[in-house]
């Protein structure tokens, strides 16, 4: 027998979204739980995400009129998942269960009090398959006060966003320059938090919000929460997980756990070994993931015998990065650059290759894919002044003048025509302003016959809903022409270990190891390589910590 330093019924590694989900379960029948977190923060990669969490046929939908069963998701999945030998986190056992329990989690969590409540409008990313919704399926925090969590505020890893309101608010003030309700909505906000400041109160959205609530509702319950205290090892006796090895303090302590084991620590964006093996051409210096984000606890649980697989998909976040931007933690997004009206992508011989708009998952692979052929790690981002002029780059507010520093480091390109433009990128002219000229004739006829961006309800919603007739298309026409690089970026890793459909870790030959869970980004997803709409990585983070918890909770009653 194993002597452990102490013993808890259950142990979580990693303080990210499925933790404290599966702390709430074990503490609703008197269990206790002990969450381990390496880092000096709560909250993971979800904090600083836009924290949102996809989660099909949900109350807030019921709530709100919105028509949606386990049967339409559950088609849509088989349409945008699929089934495929060589993703096997992505079963249709596992997605079923997934639509069973999606729903469950978020009622129970409104149970233990977290405020939740959902994006008015937010299309799936493939609407228009069947079984898609044009509305969405996402779950969202209301805002949230960092004063509720006393001496835990401190200790909340901070949102992305700057500014904290409702999410549907906040997505609605890129566009304060072409719409008086954006403009009313950025000033509402700006009055908000200034009054909240005066106030003594620290409010914020997003991921923070969320997980600002779940740390609230656990420690009411009485989860134990470490930080500071990496795992480096799990304890395996008689072929059983039984426990971990943790630091605290410069000390190393085993510690126990009678029901079991789950690992929640994230994927591997920081690990440039383990993208240069399974991710050959992706970079670490692209990544919006927290800094502890290094993949021990999948070599680890890879050690003790479990399978992995999807080791290949990644969360893309297409990013650019400006001069003075190479270690902010969030680097600038392009999604909405290029899917916006007067701007496209190409690669490095100036041909426009994909649908810009759609899932940031498929845009990004789609590069890597184009990479395999034509040179298009990093694309080119082209767009006009009427762009520069109506919207938000890169963390500026619309309008010509940029950063000097932009220009003179050669970051920015710009030149008074298409042609001078392709010069500047050692792009073949002629090809350049053919795409473009080619791209103009589709605003023109409002229909984009390459790749058909702007005919599905989520390409419309990336745009700007003020352009019209197309909020998706518009011309690029109008000098200066500018263009800037596109990284196949990214918020998360998507492939991990094999779990089965109560969340248990599987080996090599599909057999379960006892006492080992696992879910987030650990795991090989249960979406497979697809994205199906906002949330599809922290929905299903949540939720096998749920499915976790309630499965060793049945296991120790039997």
């Not at 969450?35 to 909250?43: A, F, P, T, W, Y």
């Not at 304890?235 to 090895?245: F, K, L, P, W």
């Not at 762009?387 to 050669?410: H, R």
């Not at 961006?453 to 352009?467: I, K, N, Q, T």
Request: hydrophobic share 40%; proline share 5%; glycine share 10%.
């Amino acid at each position: 027998m194993n002597s452990f330093d102490e013993t808890r019924d259950f142990v979580v590694v990693g303080c990210g979204g499925g933790s404290m989900c599966a702390g709430l379960v074990m503490r609703n029948s008197d269990k206790d739980i002990l969450i381990l977190e390496k880092s000096n923060l709560v909250g993971g990669t979800t904090a600083r995400s836009g924290g949102v969490m996809w989660i099909p046929n949900n109350q807030f939908m019921h709530r709100d009129g919105i028509a949606d069963s386990f049967e339409k998701a559950s088609t849509y999945l088989d349409q945008v998942v699929g089934d495929f030998d060589d993703q096997p986190g992505a079963t249709k056992a596992r997605r079923n269960t997934y639509l069973e329990q999606a729903p469950a989690m978020v009622d129970f969590l409104v149970k233990q009090g977290v405020e939740l409540t959902r994006v008015a409008y937010w299309p799936d990313y493939y609407d228009e398959l069947p079984g898609g919704s044009e509305a969405g399926r996402t779950v969202v925090a209301k805002v949230f006060d960092c004063n509720e969590l006393g001496e835990w505020a401190n200790k909340l890893r901070p949102s992305f966003a700057p500014l904290a309101g409702p999410l549907d608010e906040l997505l609605m003030i890129p566009n304060f320059k072409q719409s008086w309700r954006s403009k009313f909505i950025m000033l509402k906000t700006v009055l908000y938090n200034l009054g909240a400041k005066l106030r003594g109160k620290k409010p914020v959205a997003c991921g923070a919000a969320l997980q600002g609530r779940m740390l609230k509702a656990a420690l009411q319950v009485g989860v134990e929460i470490r930080l500071n205290s990496p795992v480096s090892e799990l304890i395996v006796e008689d072929g059983a997980v039984t426990g971990v090895v943790t630091q605290e303090g410069g000390k190393t302590k085993r510690v126990g756990a009678r029901l079991g084991v789950l690992i929640n620590a994230g994927g591997f964006s920081h690990n440039q070994a383990m993208r240069d093996r399974f991710q050959p051409g992706t970079s670490a210096k692209w990544t919006n993931t927290i800094e502890t984000d290094t993949g021990e606890m999948i070599q680890e649980m890879i050690k003790q015998g479990a399978a992995v697989a999807q080791m290949d998909a990644f969360v893309g976040y297409q990013t650019t990065i400006p001069p003075g931007c190479e270690d902010n933690p969030v680097k600038p997004a392009m999604q909405a650059v290029t899917a916006a009206p007067h701007a496209i992508l190409v690669d490095q011989t100036g041909v426009r290759y994909m649908n810009e708009g759609g899932s940031y998952m498929a845009y990004c692979r789609g590069m890597l894919e184009r990479h395999k052929t034509y040179p298009a790690v990093p694309s080119w981002a082209i767009f006009d002044s009427q762009y520069i002029t109506k919207y938000m780059f890169a963390g500026t507010m619309p309008g010509a003048k940029k950063p000097a520093n932009w220009l003179e480091s050669g970051y920015l390109k710009k030149a008074d025509s298409i042609e001078q433009l392709a010069d500047l990128l050692a792009i073949e002219p002629g090809v350049l302003s053919a795409t473009v000229n080619r791209f103009n004739g589709f605003v023109a006829n409002n229909h984009d016959e390459d790749f058909n961006r702007g005919a599905r309800a989520y390409d419309r919603w990336l745009g700007d809903p003020c352009h019209q007739p197309s909020a998706s298309l518009g011309s690029i026409s109008q000098g200066p022409f500018y263009a800037v690089e596109v990284y196949p970026g990214d918020v998360g890793t998507y492939g991990g270990v094999v779990t089965d459909s109560d969340a248990r870790v599987l080996d090599e030959s599909g057999k379960v190891i006892p006492g080992l869970y696992a879910t987030g980004i650990s795991t090989a997803s249960v979406m497979g390589r697809s994205y199906p709409g906002a949330g599809s990585s922290v929905g299903p983070s949540f939720v096998w910590g749920y499915v976790a918890a309630k499965h060793a909770l049945l296991n120790a009653n039997r």
